[in-house]
């Protein structure tokens, strides 16, 4: 059975970092991009970023650039994403999205998030 | 960026209602455009991808269509499990934007 499980949320001080893990089972891994997208409970979805298969190509939202890093390590089947200059802005659940590779690259698997509170 | 204008943000409609929920693009998308629907506490999933298709397991009575920039999600009956928010999608190019949903609401 195919699962994404989240951890590494919780809550940061306004500056403060967090670093968010997805373990990934039932796949192959290492075939699959990968995304970030987050959501403000109540309020819609926002993507955060994106890795290709072989971590060789990143691209991410313009509000987290610069403070955000997304990785993966395909031997331990594992995305991260290292969150650093926390703002109250980034309060969210993350969830961690695998994409199909079929037309218009549907995200088909989700994970059931964590909850990150940005928060003195 | 791609600016994605969803319609109406809420509604509510009875079970066996024919409802419709549409999805404008600031730009043509070549079929990169996605439909998602998430229940309350849950993570959302995949209904429709590139349009038109249904993805594997997703009851018949949902459909989609396109239309030049104008995308439409169908529910042909409306079911009681068909409560939550829709979302559309576009993947024709980063930054990756979501509509901002609607609310259906079952009577």
């Known amino acids: 059975e195919l699962q994404l499980v989240e951890s590494g949320g919780g809550l940061a001080q306004p500056g403060g970092s967090l670093r968010l893990s997805c373990a990934s089972s039932?796949?192959?891994?290492?075939?699959?991009?990968m995304h970030w997208v987050r959501q403000v409970p109540g309020k819609g979805l926002v993507w955060v970023a994106r890795?290709?298969?072989?971590?060789?190509?990143?691209t991410y939202a313009d509000s987290v650039k610069g403070r955000f890093t997304i990785s993966r390590d395909n031997a331990k089947n594992t995305l991260y994403l290292q969150m650093n200059s926390l703002r109250a802005e980034d309060t969210a659940i993350y969830y961690c999205v695998r994409e199909d590779s079929k037309h218009a690259f549907p995200f088909d698997d989700w994970g059931q998030g964590t909850q990150v509170t940005v928060s003195s | 960026d791609i600016q994605m204008t969803q319609s109406p943000s809420s509604l509510s409609a009875s079970v066996g209602d024919r409802v419709t929920i549409t999805c404008r693009a600031s730009q043509r998308l070549a079929s990169y455009l996605n439909w998602y629907h998430q229940k309350p506490g849950r993570a959302p999933k995949l209904l429709i991808y590139a349009a038109s298709n249904l993805q594997s397991g997703v009851p018949s009575r949902f459909s989609g269509s396109e239309s030049g920039t104008d995308f439409t999600l169908t529910i042909s009956s409306l079911q009681p499990e068909d409560y939550g928010t829709y979302y559309c999608q576009q993947t024709y190019g980063p930054p990756l934007t979501f509509g901002g949903g609607t609310r259906v609401e079952i009577k």
């Open positions: 039932g796949f192959t891994f290492s075939s699959y991009w």
């Open positions: 890795i290709n298969s072989d971590g060789s190509s990143i």
